[in-house]
């Protein structure tokens, strides 16, 4: 049963700290997506790849966000510094090009 | 640029009867829109898509969705809820390869 697989699914850290969360997409999808989901700003498309390159960051904080993938099978969210306002819960999901797009479990950021 | 809209932030409904949540749209050109449902802690889950074709679109969970194009609307249907329906419903349209998701209606069915 193919599905994206994210860790960490649960994350505390102390502000000022880095973070790295880490999704392997489905084998044969080409297009990842990074998802922020908080209950005041519902979901916020952060980030999203095609094969591997950046197609569109805009909704990225861009001085302390960064998103790679640095081979077809992992894609990583990095903040650095952390800082309370990053508690959310963050989705890496994948698919083909204007089709079906498969959600993980999500990383639950805690950030004090 | 599209977009899409849930007006409803909570839609109530007694278990056993039919339910509907809204969803209205705005693109230009022809749409590709897709209904997911996110259970508590979990990740979201695709229930159904239109992407062209018949305007009535069967998914899971016995969910369909009618594709609307005079009134811009793609409202979620089930003929008969159940308890275990209660979730967070999430619209969403493609907008150039990336999905954009609406503000999302939480479901409650009660017994």
């Known amino acids: 049963d193919a599905r994206v697989t994210q860790t960490p699914r649960h994350k505390v850290t102390e502000m000022g700290q880095e973070v790295t969360m880490r999704c392997q997409p489905i084998l044969g999808h080409n297009t990842v997506f990074w998802y922020r989901q908080t209950m005041m700003q519902g979901l916020e498309l952060l980030a999203y790849?095609?094969?591997?390159?950046?197609?569109?960051d805009s909704g990225m904080p861009k001085d302390r966000f960064s998103a790679e993938m640095p081979d077809a099978t992992l894609a990583t969210l990095k903040i650095q510094p952390s800082e309370p306002r990053d508690s959310a819960v963050y989705f890496c999901?994948?698919?083909?090009?204007?089709?079906?797009?498969?959600f993980g479990e999500g990383s639950w950021l805690t950030v004090v | 640029a599209q977009s899409v809209a849930q007006p409803e932030d909570q839609v109530n409904v007694a278990e056993g009867n039919p339910l509907t949540v809204k969803c209205t749209y705005s693109?230009?050109?022809?749409?590709?829109l897709f209904w997911y449902v996110q259970y508590p802690n979990r990740g979201l889950q695709f229930l159904l898509k239109y992407i062209t074709g018949d305007n009535l679109v069967k998914g899971s969970y016995g969910f369909e969705a009618e594709f609307n194009k005079s009134q811009t609307s793609f409202h979620l249907k089930k003929p008969s809820a159940l308890v275990s329906d209660s979730a967070l419903y999430f619209c969403a349209v493609d907008q150039g390869g990336k999905l954009i998701f609406g503000q999302g209606t939480e479901l409650s069915v009660k017994p």
């Open positions: 693109v230009s050109g022809n749409p590709y």
């Open positions: 790849f095609r094969n591997r390159a950046p197609l569109d």
């Open positions: 999901a994948s698919g083909l090009p204007r089709n079906t797009i498969y």
